[in-house]
């Protein structure tokens, strides 16, 4: 198993399927895929998931730090981060046949899976609860 910093974060920048809200997507995603998937992931090694959606205020709340660095607003309707220790959790929780038959297809219930991007890396974690790690210093 890999040490802290070298596991892998699966980022999956996410867009809603036509048809639903914002408010209806943020809700799908927390309280009905997330109970579906959850031990799946717990199962196959996943450290850290966590889900970001924008909300009414996102647009007030850009505008306060918006400046020449940051004025490329995403378009996304969510971020997901995935969090493991090695690519083998992943492609081993894809192949299980309960991921295969309820979380993939779930996710045509509330994805647009065809405009949805996703990047993979080595997850560097710098600060947690306001503290500076011990690796980044």
């Not at 971020?79 to 309960?98: G, L, N, T």
């Not at 996703?118 to 947690?128: H, K, L, N, S």
Request: hydrophobic share 40%; charged share 25%; aromatic share 10%.
């Amino acid at each position: 198993m890999a040490s802290r910093d070298q596991m892998l974060c699966l980022n999956i920048l996410g867009y809603k399927r036509d048809g639903i809200t914002t408010d209806e997507y943020r809700d799908y995603m927390v309280n009905v895929h997330a109970k579906i998937v959850r031990e799946l992931m717990e199962k196959y090694g996943i450290k850290q998931w966590s889900m970001s959606h924008p909300v009414d205020e996102s647009p007030a709340l850009m505008a306060k730090i918006f400046d020449p660095q940051f004025s490329n607003v995403a378009s996304y309707d969510c971020c997901v981060s995935i969090v493991f220790p090695d690519i083998d959790c992943f492609v081993q929780m894809k192949a299980d046949p309960y991921f295969k038959m309820n979380v993939g297809p779930d996710h045509e219930k509330f994805a647009d899976t065809k405009r949805s991007q996703m990047m993979i890396g080595y997850w560097t974690p710098v600060m947690e609860d306001g503290q500076l790690l011990a690796s980044s210093e």
